[in-house]
């Protein structure tokens, strides 16, 4: 290990705010997969991200659950990735209180999610919607993390985690790793089926705007047959002018692997009507696998625990020393 250069290392986390999309998939877990074997990789479930937003306990724990058996059926290895979720590691909020203070009331004030969030909560903006990105720059910073895969949208927190690590490491010298975000050409924005305007989101509040991971083969043509499309009666990329027609293209796209110019060309000439069903079936036998692996490991919990207790453990092993180091700069008494 020690005379063999260190693998670059990457982590990302989905918060259990609902249930897993298809949005979440594309935009974040199908690309976490092929990372395995070239990178050192850490990914997490970050219940502390999800309590920003009123939860009920229960379905908390259900979620959280479920997201992590969705991460292992997805493919997501537990022997050559560290799996984990993200309250069993403490040291991820310890170190959140001491980024804090490096981070501006101004830059925070800034964030696009923050303004999103504030105003879809109007009656409950606490403080940790507020610092919410500042537990997701100790959950990066923590591991030395350098690459971090996440949507588009996420990548506005990936930057403020960097101008964080920098601020830090300009006085204290070269503590942290400045990571970089990676969002994956196709499938970075997966928006609504039913308002193609606003990204498919786990809290979307129309369950037919939203394909979610766990549905069954039925209620996925369903919602596929019933998407929105634009006027005229070209299947071509065009967001601005053609919202709908352009996210089928993209999911098409990312479900069938290919880009989206393969996808125009193998259906030119097509109505929208023979296209809808196309795109709800690739999605279908896409989920189907993952879907059913999941179902089977949540029948095993003991499983399930066993994985997220090995986890913790080694999680916690190299974060402490990160924590350690940084209480020592900062000037505490370890
Ligand atoms: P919420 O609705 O609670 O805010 P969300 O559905 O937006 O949640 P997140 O937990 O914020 O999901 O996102 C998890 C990861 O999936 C992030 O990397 C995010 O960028 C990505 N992601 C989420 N939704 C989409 C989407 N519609 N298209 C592409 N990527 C997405
Ligand atoms: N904020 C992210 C989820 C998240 C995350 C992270 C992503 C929490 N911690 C660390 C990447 C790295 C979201 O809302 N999708």
């Given at each position: 290990?020690?005379?063999?250069?260190?693998?670059?290392?990457?982590?990302?986390?989905?918060?259990p705010?609902g249930?897993?999309?298809?949005?979440?998939y594309?935009?974040?877990?199908?690309?976490?997969?092929?990372?395995?074997?070239s990178?050192d990789c850490l990914?997490?479930?970050?219940?502390?991200?999800?309590i920003?937003?009123?939860?009920?306990?229960?379905?908390?724990?259900?979620?959280?659950?479920e997201?992590?058996?969705?991460y292992?059926?997805?493919g997501?290895?537990?022997?050559?990735?560290?799996?984990?979720?993200?309250?069993?590691?403490?040291a991820?909020a310890?170190?959140?209180?001491?980024?804090?203070c490096y981070?501006m009331?101004?830059?925070?004030?800034?964030?696009t999610?923050?303004?999103?969030?504030?105003?879809?909560?109007?009656?409950?903006?606490?403080?940790?919607?507020?610092?919410?990105?500042?537990?997701?720059?100790?959950?990066?910073?923590?591991?030395?993390?350098?690459?971090?895969?996440?949507?588009d949208?996420?990548?506005q927190?990936?930057?403020?985690?960097?101008?964080?690590?920098?601020?830090?490491?300009?006085?204290?010298?070269?503590?942290f790793t400045?990571?970089?975000?990676?969002?994956?050409?196709?499938?970075?924005?997966?928006?609504?089926l039913?308002?193609?305007?606003?990204?498919?989101?786990?809290?979307?509040?129309?369950?037919?705007?939203?394909?979610?991971?766990?549905?069954?083969?039925d209620?996925?043509?369903?919602?596929?047959?019933?998407?929105v499309?634009?006027?005229g009666?070209?299947?071509?990329?065009?967001r601005?002018?053609?919202?709908?027609?352009?996210?089928?293209?993209?999911?098409y796209?990312?479900?069938?692997g290919i880009?989206?110019?393969?996808?125009?060309?193998?259906?030119?000439?097509?109505?929208?009507?023979?296209?809808?069903?196309?795109?709800?079936?690739?999605?279908?036998?896409?989920?189907?696998?993952i879907?059913?692996?999941?179902?089977?490991?949540?029948?095993?919990?003991?499983?399930l625990?066993?994985i997220?207790k090995?986890g913790?453990?080694r999680?916690?092993?190299?974060?402490?020393?990160?924590?350690?180091?940084?209480?020592?700069?900062?000037g505490?008494?370890v």
């Amino acid at each position: 290990m020690e005379n063999q250069e260190r693998k670059k290392r990457i982590l990302s986390a989905i918060k259990p705010s609902g249930d897993l999309t298809l949005g979440s998939y594309m935009g974040a877990i199908k690309n976490w997969i092929g990372f395995q074997d070239s990178f050192d990789c850490l990914y997490c479930v970050a219940d502390l991200h999800a309590i920003t937003v009123r939860q009920d306990p229960k379905e908390l724990r259900r979620r959280s659950l479920e997201q992590l058996a969705a991460y292992l059926s997805a493919g997501i290895d537990y022997r050559k990735s560290i799996v984990f979720i993200q309250s069993h590691v403490a040291a991820h909020a310890e170190l959140s209180w001491i980024l804090g203070c490096y981070a501006m009331f101004g830059e925070l004030s800034r964030m696009t999610q923050f303004k999103d969030k504030s105003q879809k909560n109007a009656d409950n903006i606490n403080a940790g919607l507020f610092t919410y990105p500042v537990l997701m720059a100790s959950d990066i910073l923590i591991y030395n993390a350098d690459l971090v895969p996440v949507g588009d949208d996420q990548k506005q927190h990936v930057e403020l985690t960097r101008d964080i690590a920098n601020r830090f490491n300009s006085v204290y010298g070269n503590v942290f790793t400045l990571p970089e975000a990676f969002v994956a050409p196709v499938g970075a924005r997966i928006m609504s089926l039913q308002s193609p305007e606003n990204k498919m989101s786990k809290s979307e509040s129309d369950p037919n705007g939203c394909v979610l991971l766990m549905d069954k083969p039925d209620d996925i043509m369903r919602k596929f047959k019933r998407a929105v499309t634009d006027s005229g009666r070209e299947i071509r990329f065009d967001r601005e002018n053609k919202p709908g027609v352009s996210n089928l293209i993209e999911i098409y796209s990312a479900a069938a692997g290919i880009s989206r110019e393969e996808t125009e060309a193998r259906f030119e000439g097509k109505s929208y009507g023979e296209f809808k069903p196309a795109v709800g079936e690739a999605v279908v036998e896409l989920l189907r696998p993952i879907r059913e692996n999941a179902e089977s490991l949540l029948r095993d919990k003991a499983e399930l625990e066993r994985i997220y207790k090995e986890g913790a453990e080694r999680a916690a092993a190299l974060a402490a020393r990160t924590l350690n180091k940084v209480k020592k700069k900062v000037g505490l008494i370890v």
